[in-house]
């Protein structure tokens, strides 16, 4: 399986806004691209899901932020975007011992970790969370993803400040939490990262011995 297509699959086993040309999707009035036939979209879907468990069908139904973003391309009005943010925020489990912070090390290979996602996965497959796919997070990282903006020096710039900290807990869990419609995947509150791995990514992030903050 491709790189594109790897990143694809965690895409959509998180809830990202995977499909920008989606049923529900209108054409711009400053845009001279027709939308597409919202049948013709939802058959294509379907059948690159066609070998898929049920479990798996049922992940290609867009939720109801999903359905939100997806009829507004993204640009929600103000009231729309609280009410995705004021919902998401209610999915986030924040750890019950308080803690936020795991290894960043063991944050370092889920970040580079971008396998899983696939319903051809063994049970016993380790998920990441692919993040180079998307950002930059080690200066001396020669090959990164640009779709997200750089993460260097993300803990040094935020002097390491507990709410910042928690504030990253719940963008990597639920994206939608902190920001409506955002294109990063909702990690934890889709069970493709677990409560550990989340923590081991914000370490990565904020611990001042992380080469992020280097």
């Not at 507004?72 to 975007?81: D, M």
């Not at 999915?91 to 319903?119: E, H, I, M, S």
């Not at 969370?129 to 640009?146: F, I, M, R, V």
């Not at 081991?200 to 080469?211: G, H, K, R």
Request: proline share 7%.
């Amino acid at each position: 399986m491709t790189r594109k297509m790897t990143i694809a699959a965690l895409a959509l086993a998180a809830g990202v806004i995977a499909l920008p040309f989606s049923a529900s999707a209108q054409t711009s009035p400053k845009s001279p691209v027709k939308a597409a036939d919202p049948a013709i979209v939802d058959a294509y879907v379907k059948a690159t899901f066609g070998k898929a468990p049920p479990e798996w069908q049922e992940r290609i139904v867009p939720d109801e932020t999903l359905k939100t973003c997806n009829a507004f391309h993204n640009n929600v009005p103000a009231k729309e975007a609280e009410a995705i943010t004021k919902r998401e925020l209610a999915k986030v489990v924040y750890p019950a011992d308080g803690k936020f912070l795991g290894d960043w090390k063991a944050g370092k290979k889920t970040a580079n970790n971008g396998r899983g996602g696939q319903f051809s996965d063994k049970p016993d497959t380790v998920s990441g969370g692919n993040c180079y796919a998307c950002h930059q997070l080690e200066k001396s990282e020669l090959s990164y993803g640009t779709l997200g903006p750089s993460l260097t020096n993300y803990g040094k710039d935020r002097k390491y400040a507990p709410d910042e900290i928690k504030n990253a807990f719940t963008k990597i869990y639920d994206s939608q939490a902190v920001f409506a419609c955002s294109s990063m995947p909702r990690f934890g509150a889709n069970k493709v990262l677990t409560e550990q791995q989340i923590k081991d990514l914000v370490a990565l992030l904020f611990d001042p011995e992380s080469p992020v903050n280097k």
